[in-house]
């Protein structure tokens, strides 16, 4: 840190010398840096172009700290693993307009780079970029096929409720109103809830999507004064975020869902990798008898609003 300070002190605005400062002190210089990062985001060039030449010595600087680390774990402890999520809201872009994005430089472009750190990662990467011709190039730079971390399936393919899916959703909201109120002793479906129905219309109208669920559950709390939560509160939780997702459909995207909703397949193409990418079409995963199977379904948030159901309605015969 001490030896990149030089390059990098004038892009965080700052004349502080570095050997002046403690431990505490010079990190908090970094995250000043950071920080400016995010308020002017052209800094981020500049910074990759002084950060790349030494690119070598900051990855054996993070593999000392990481030994390190390892000496210091528990017992019975000895291997680390770290997840570096949130890549897979990277938007793509491509350089003027060339064939090669964003994405390819930092997944394939440095994936040895990626993979040179001194114990187990986990990269989330954009799901777009799994169902697309680079598919292949990931799974042979890292040895190792991209893992797909479907939604939970809350409905089946013929459209009846999966109950061991449901039952999941709800586990998922008990455990985050217990880490709110851990001393609160509540029932979920009558006293969190004013009844099951409140409750299992929140997790069906998420599509199995947990963020989106916790987002909805937010949402209705906050329009909550005492619980238990109505189903009022939630119904104007679904339709805050419907008409987000109204706002994410381009509009010669309906007749797309439209399709995606009856045959439960995708066409590997732009319009659809941009469809999973911003979870208007989402992916389920079930085994049969035998293998595996994937098919897809338009969230079901998508599906109450009326540009969509016109676009249904011009399918039939």
């Keep these: 840190m001490k030896n990149r300070w030089n390059d990098l002190k004038d892009l965080a605005l700052t004349e502080v010398s570095f050997e002046t400062l403690s431990l505490e002190m010079q990190i908090a210089q970094f995250a000043k840096l950071t920080a400016n990062v995010r308020t002017e985001p052209s800094l981020r060039q500049k910074i990759r172009e002084k950060v790349n030449p030494h690119t070598t010595t900051l990855i054996e600087a993070l593999n000392q700290f990481i030994r390190n680390a390892k000496k210091r774990l528990p017992d019975k402890y000895s291997q680390l693993a770290i997840i570096a999520d949130n890549l897979d809201k990277i938007v793509q872009f491509s350089k003027d307009g060339g064939e090669r994005s964003n994405l390819d430089e930092i997944f394939l472009d440095r994936?040895?780079?990626l993979k040179a750190l001194d114990c187990h990662i986990v990269y989330t990467v954009p799901i777009s970029m799994v169902h697309s011709n680079r598919a292949a190039d990931l799974s042979n730079n890292y040895n190792?096929?991209?893992q797909v971390l479907p939604m939970i399936m809350v409905n089946n393919p013929?459209?009846?409720v999966n109950q061991a899916g449901?039952?999941?959703m709800k586990q998922v909201i008990e455990k985050r109103v217990k880490q709110v109120e851990p001393n609160l002793s509540l029932e979920l479906e009558t006293q969190w809830f004013e009844n099951r129905e409140t409750l299992e219309k929140l997790c069906l109208m998420s599509g199995g999507h947990v963020r989106n669920l916790l987002s909805m559950l937010q949402e209705a709390i906050n329009r909550t004064q005492d619980l238990p939560i109505t189903a009022k509160a939630a119904q104007r939780a679904i339709t805050n975020l419907r008409n987000?997702?109204?706002?994410?459909?381009?509009?010669e995207e309906w007749s797309i869902l439209a399709k995606v909703s009856v045959s439960h397949r995708i066409l590997n193409d732009k319009q659809h990798r941009d469809l999973l990418f911003n979870r208007c079409i989402l992916e389920y995963r079930y085994y049969d008898e035998e293998e595996m199977q994937n098919w897809y379904n338009v969230?079901?948030?998508i599906k109450g609003i009326l540009e969509f159901k016109e676009a249904v309605a011009q399918l039939e015969p």
């Design 111 to 113: 994936s040895e780079q």
């Design 144 to 146: 190792n096929a991209p």
């Design 158 to 160: 013929s459209g009846e």
């Design 166 to 168: 449901l039952a999941k």
């Design 244 to 251: 987000i997702y109204r706002r994410t459909v381009n509009k």
């Design 299 to 301: 969230h079901p948030l």
